[in-house]
């Protein structure tokens, strides 16, 4: 698809037109945030193109995934004290909160409830033991997006193209990893996504 093909919203997923959904996504993001953001789009909608995924779903759970990113701690943890979200979140920060708690503003603030978008936001930041192929789909979109550079993000690539699955095993390697790395405490559905995925009962698909 061209990348300066303007993107027309067909199947009525969510009460805007992308013009509008882009413009509200851009309100709540410095431009270079909403710049990765339209990238995630657009990497979305191919990866779901070569994985039989509605490429307007994956565009515009791409497009959204990040809504969240630049919100608060403050707004996060009223969210997670008055949704009935897991108290445990509060031990982590926004690299967890964004997807996770991002989605309550989602729906409260442009009043898209569906729940497959929703569920893939949710998990871009954390993973799943069990994974949606939309999840997947963006989960991977966002490391591998074309102005991502650090070192494996070409044998990311290299390997979702590949197979959507032995992406999300390459990339959940690759962030525990760092985690570990970095000393940084690791969410509870992280490691069981790892778990899951490298040495559990995904591993046969990702092999």
Known sequence: MNQNQPIEFTEQL?????????????????????????????????????????PELAGITGLLHDYAKQRSDDTFIKLIKTRGLDPALLNY?????????????IKDELHIYNEDILTAVRLHTVGAP????????????????????????????R????????GVRYQIQHT??????????VYPQ????????VGGVNAVATN
Request: net charge negative.
């Open 14 to 54: 969510v009460p805007y037109t992308h013009a509008e959904l882009a413009a509200k996504v851009a309100a709540k993001l410095t431009d270079s945030r909403f710049q990765h953001c339209l990238r995630v789009e657009q990497t979305s909608r191919e990866l779901a193109a070569e994985n039989g995924v509605d």
């Open 176 to 185: 525990l990893a760092y985690l570990v790395s970095q000393g940084a405490p």
């Open 93 to 105: 920060g926004n690299g967890v909160w964004h997807g996770v708690v991002g989605a309550e503003l």
């Open 159 to 166: 390997v979702t193209q590949k197979s959507l699955a032995a």
């Open 130 to 157: 069990y994974m949606p192929k939309l999840a997947q789909i963006v989960f991977m979109a966002d490391f591998i997006e074309p102005n991502r550079n650090f070192p494996g993000v070409d044998e990311a690539r």
């Open 190 to 197: 992280t490691l069981a996504t790892y778990n899951a995925w």
